[in-house]
């Protein structure tokens, strides 16, 4: 089943302490990306990944940290986490056609930094 | 920063009724697509409409295009209430490097 696929679906951590949400897609998709949504706010971009080995800052980068070392896998870091991070992360995949980029996205995980 | 605004924030109406979702953006664009996300779940998407095109049909969705107004409109038909979820369009500000804008999103809530 094609499927973008994130772990921890839940995650409950305190200040400080480094964290990994890992991301992977199985449809051999070119260009990944990292959202958070918060209430109010919508969906903001993090970090995109347009292939392997290139990244770049979407509208809220600070604080995160991203590495595409394989195509089908897309961590997202946080080197030390703080309250206001705290959100509802997304990741999503996606490929070409023609001018055409529709989004594929994972399940979802809960985060919250006391 | 956000691209799309989608009209109205929520919106509430009975099973069998037509619910009508509005999204303005502010720049040109490739296409401009919707996407619906069940509560606290992953975004799905449902239509895309490209800059050429005026309507789009798929199921009981439909979705038009105003380019001069930059402006589109998604109508979900004889509304059920799974149909109850948030509504979010997105556009592509006119780039083919694969980002997407997304709006904040309508509240759609169908009652039985």
């Known amino acids: 089943e094609a499927q973008v696929t994130q772990n921890p679906r839940y995650l409950i951590t305190v200040t400080g302490k480094k964290l990994t949400v890992t991301c992977s897609q199985n449809?051999?998709?070119?260009?990944m990306s990292w959202y958070r949504q918060d209430p109010g706010l919508g969906l903001r971009q993090i970090y995109y990944?347009?292939?392997?080995?290139?990244?770049d800052k979407g509208d809220v980068p600070e604080g995160y940290k991203v590495s595409r070392k394989e195509k089908r896998n897309f961590p997202l870091i946080l080197e030390s986490p703080s309250p206001n991070q705290t959100s509802l992360y997304f990741c999503?995949?996606?490929?070409?056609?023609?001018?055409?980029?529709?989004?594929?996205f994972g399940p979802g995980t809960r985060l919250t930094v006391t | 920063s956000q691209q799309g605004e989608e009209d109205p924030q929520a919106l509430s109406i009975q099973e069998g009724e037509n619910a009508t979702m509005n999204c303005s953006y502010k720049?040109?664009?490739?296409?401009l697509q919707w996407y619906r996300q069940n509560s606290g779940r992953g975004l799905v998407h449902l239509i895309l409409?490209?800059?050429?095109?005026r309507e789009k049909h798929s199921g009981r969705l439909r979705v038009t295009l105003d380019t001069s107004k930059k402006s589109s409109s998604l109508l979900i038909t004889a509304s059920r209430a799974a149909d109850t979820a948030s509504y979010f369009c997105?556009?592509?500000?006119?780039?083919?490097?694969?980002?997407?804008?997304f709006g904040r999103g309508t509240q759609l809530t169908v009652w039985p």
């Open positions: 999503a995949s996606s490929f070409r056609r023609d001018r055409d980029y529709e989004q594929y």
């Open positions: 449809m051999n998709h070119e260009y």
């Open positions: 990944s347009m292939n392997v080995e290139v990244t």
């Open positions: 720049t040109s664009i490739n296409n």
């Open positions: 409409i490209r800059s050429n095109e």
């Open positions: 997105a556009t592509d500000r006119g780039s083919t490097l694969g980002r997407l804008y």
